[in-house]
């Protein structure tokens, strides 16, 4: 805008008459932004894209035709023009846009797993060019078929039944009934390490799984104290399997939790994030699933939008396996984030299945590392907070109760149940005393 008219509403060259400072599209006529030669840059970002993205003949494959419109109309071309020019999963989409084949998973797993592979998958993904798929589970997955190549043949021939027929297949069936998240992979990741660090320390001392005695495995967790909690899981899979004679597993020990808050400061903050419009509408919502609800911050970034339903006017949150009401104020936060979310990339998503807190790119959900630190950058504690809702839980619903509409495991919510016990007869003891 060059000038203003008499009503004071902001006008354009042409308007003003004034022909040599027209800065309109030659192509489109949109007023501005000229990138170059007289053409915007979102007329400029498609040339770019097709042909950063076309075959050796010059066409497009179909496949890859939704992900240039989305680059096309994206809301800063900017953006995507310094994409092109300047980011190595750009190069990496143009080898493969040359191929006459498809791209598929399978293509990309063949490569080296760095970021610019997962960024290329993640916008393909994303615009629909590739389906969906749980990529903490096939990350698992592809992992250890890699790391499997390295082991020694007396390694692997125990290892590998362990890894896949044990942790694999049970990670695939935690993910078919829920979230599998960053967090659970990297859980998983650590036994089979575990594992292998252990059959390896077993060569070292001249010792196999077989001959191996409690007093060798009372040293190791001795010299490896780290491994008490991971390598639980090898030890009882191989006893079941009768692999091995005389090792008592390590029982996983349960960390008391001992930081909590009290019911004034957890309600000061509930309150916050319920009515302090200065916060981060993300942090307000992940706030208040923490206290109402005593979620974890790598399950609360994995739900998705479809988790939110309304009935009879009331609005419901499934968090596990049937839906929790959610109180007036949390119910307009979480439609506000669902109307509107954060979006900090370049395209917007382009499949059904949409996550409440979007990552890098949207078809991803957000970090749960990024969310603490957003929390604690609001001061809002997640540990003490949880540990709180947790004990106010179990004290109000029986822990089967808990664990159906938290998600907690069942074993876990009778733990804290019992704990919330010790805790009441400790009060009433104290106040008898009194």
């Not at 096309?72 to 980011?87: E, I, N």
Request: charged fraction near 25%.
């Amino acid at each position: 805008m060059v000038g203003r008219s008499q009503d004071g509403h902001d006008q354009c060259g042409l308007c003003c008459g004034a022909d040599s400072l027209n800065v309109q599209c030659r192509r489109c006529g949109y007023p501005g932004d000229i990138y170059t030669d007289g053409t915007c840059s979102r007329c400029i970002v498609r040339e770019r894209v097709e042909e950063l993205l076309a075959r050796p003949d010059g066409a497009v494959s179909t496949q890859l035709k939704p992900l240039v419109e989305a680059l096309a109309k994206a809301d800063d071309p900017w953006s995507v023009l310094a994409w092109t020019r300047a980011q190595r999963g750009a190069r990496l989409l143009a080898r493969l846009a040359a191929h006459e084949h498809d791209i598929t998973h399978g293509m990309l797993d063949t490569l080296p797993q760095d970021g610019a592979v997962r960024r290329v998958r993640a916008v393909l993904v994303a615009t629909g060019a590739l389906p969906w798929r749980n990529e903490n589970l096939a990350g698992l997955s592809l992992w250890f078929t890699r790391t499997a190549d390295q082991l020694p043949p007396h390694h692997a021939q125990v290892i590998k039944p362990f890894a896949e027929w044990q942790i694999i297949r049970d990670a695939r069936r935690r993910a078919a009934r829920g979230p599998y998240s960053a967090g659970a992979a990297h859980a998983d990741r650590l036994d089979i390490k575990a594992a292998i660090a252990f059959m390896t320390w077993l060569d070292e001392h001249d010792r196999t799984l077989r001959s191996a005695t409690q007093h060798d495995l009372d040293l190791y967790l001795t010299t490896h104290p780290a491994k008490h909690r991971t390598l639980g899981a090898f030890l009882r899979w191989a006893v079941a399997r009768r692999l091995t004679a005389g090792l008592a597993p390590p029982k996983k020990p349960w960390a008391r939790p001992s930081r909590f808050l009290t019911e004034q400061e957890q309600l000061d903050q509930l309150r916050r994030c319920l009515n302090d419009t200065s916060l981060p509408l993300e942090a307000r919502i992940i706030g208040a699933f923490v206290r109402l609800y005593a979620q974890q911050v790598s399950r609360i970034v994995e739900f998705t939008t479809d988790r939110y339903t309304t009935q009879d006017d009331r609005a419901y949150f499934t968090f596990a396996h049937n839906p929790v009401l959610l109180p007036p104020t949390l119910t307009t936060l979480v439609e506000r984030q669902i109307t509107a979310p954060r979006l900090n990339d370049i395209l917007a998503p382009a499949s059904d299945r949409k996550f409440l807190f979007p990552g890098r790119p949207p078809s991803r959900p957000r970090s749960a590392a990024s969310a603490l630190s957003l929390m604690r950058a609001n001061g809002l504690p997640i540990l003490s907070a949880r540990n709180t809702a947790m004990i106010e839980a179990v004290g109000e619903l029986p822990p089967v109760v808990v664990s159906d509409l938290f998600g907690v495991a069942a074993s876990t919510a009778h733990r804290w149940g019992h704990l919330a016990a010790e805790s009441w007869a400790a009060y009433l003891a104290a106040r008898q005393a009194e």
